[in-house]
């Protein structure tokens, strides 16, 4: 029980990280452009109070000692020796902490699925050890910065997941507009808080970090490591044959055949060579079926293309690329298909991409 109480703050962050895995709205939901803002709203207030606090307790305390670490054992033997009570300023601080780790937990969790559902976690992983980075140094670290920095990291992640949605297209230009209004927006956050409480150190340290970080997502998005968010891969599938009709009620239906594959083995959410495809005869063509999800209207121009695996060279070498364009809104998803005649022994991929970021890879083995 005792460590319980002493990590509380990280219970309560992973608390809030759970709940949102099963409340947490589907992208197409109408209740999900509600969801994020009052996760974002919700944690400043909560940093604005914690400062608010800290501002207080610093101007009561300065006669005492001038560089105090408030709320740790030396600051409140300080305290209790000079008879000072500071209960009810020290709960309200203590209620705002534990708050501020739970409802990043939420606004995490909101940023995170969404980028694990988006894409590949192997292609994603900077992201999650920058998240997983910061959340190390929220436990580990004493002070309002860690929390701060690890919102500011979840509210970078979360304007440009949102900012496709806002002007309905995704392609460079909207995630460089996402960039570019983070960046101005956690700036502006960081001079809101240096206006309540915030030390010297503290404010360069955020100012700089302000900066920074956005130059970093850029590099990894340039570095493909940033997935075309919010588009997200839903039912995707390689097939011997695939004939699209209309039923009575005007509506499209793919008619989908496997003869011939033999799916292989799926590791908990990582595929290994998802399909062995066996060639028999007269049948050497080979359809990729994707459905892409997507917010309401957003668009898109999608891509499917086509990559062979050159043993001698160990590279992915491009064999054919299928454009369409997609309008979101559909809850599953936009669908389309491609194929390839003539296909050759060996290892062959399809590579989903949106204004050439990856919305998802599959893998086939031609036997």
């Known amino acids: ?36 803002p009052i996760d974002v709203a919700v944690v400043f207030t909560l940093i604005l109070i914690r400062q608010s606090v800290r501002r207080y307790l610093h101007r009561r305390l300065k006669h005492i000692k001038k560089d105090v670490g408030l709320f740790q054992d030396r600051s409140q033997k300080i305290i209790e020796e000079k008879g000072i009570t500071f209960s009810i300023v020290e709960k309200i601080n203590s209620s705002a902490t534990y708050l501020i780790s739970f409802f990043l937990g939420t606004l995490l969790s909101h940023v995170l699925l969404y980028y694990f559902w988006s894409s590949d976690v192997m292609q994603v992983w900077p992201i999650f050890a920058v998240v997983g980075l910061c959340i190390i140094a929220n436990e580990f670290l004493y002070g309002i910065v860690p929390d701060i920095l690890l919102f500011f990291v979840a509210l970078t992640l979360f304007v440009i997941f949102n900012t496709p949605i806002f002007l309905n297209r995704v392609n460079n230009n909207s995630f460089l507009i996402s960039v570019l209004v983070s960046a101005v927006g956690i700036s502006i956050l960081t001079l809101i808080l240096q206006r309540i409480y915030l030390s010297k150190k503290e404010f360069l340290f955020l100012i700089i970090f302000s900066i920074a970080f956005p130059f970093l997502i850029l590099k990894l998005y340039y570095l493909n490591y940033i997935p075309a968010v919010p588009l997200a891969l839903g039912d995707s599938g390689f097939y011997s044959s695939i004939q699209k009709e209309t039923d ?114 599959k893998n086939i083995e031609i036997k």
């Open 1 to 36: 029980m005792k460590t319980i109480i002493k990590h509380f703050k990280t219970v309560s962050f992973f608390l809030g990280l759970s709940i949102d895995i099963f409340f947490l709205p589907k992208v197409t939901s109408p209740y999900y452009l509600w969801v994020g």
């Open 248 to 361: 009575s009620n005007n509506v499209s239906v793919y008619n989908k055949k496997e003869d011939g594959l033999i799916k292989g083995k799926k590791y908990f959410f990582l595929e290994k060579n998802a399909y062995n495809f066996e060639i028999i005869k007269d049948a050497n063509t080979i359809y990729f079926f994707s459905s892409i999800i997507s917010p309401s209207d957003v668009s898109a121009t999608i891509t499917h293309s086509w990559q062979k695996y050159d043993e001698v060279k160990q590279i992915w070498i491009d064999q054919s690329k299928i454009n369409y364009e997609i309008s979101g809104g559909r809850e599953d998803g936009y669908r389309g298909y491609s194929s390839i005649t003539n296909i050759s022994q060996g290892k062959w991929r399809v590579r989903v991409l949106a204004d050439d970021r990856v919305v998802g890879v």
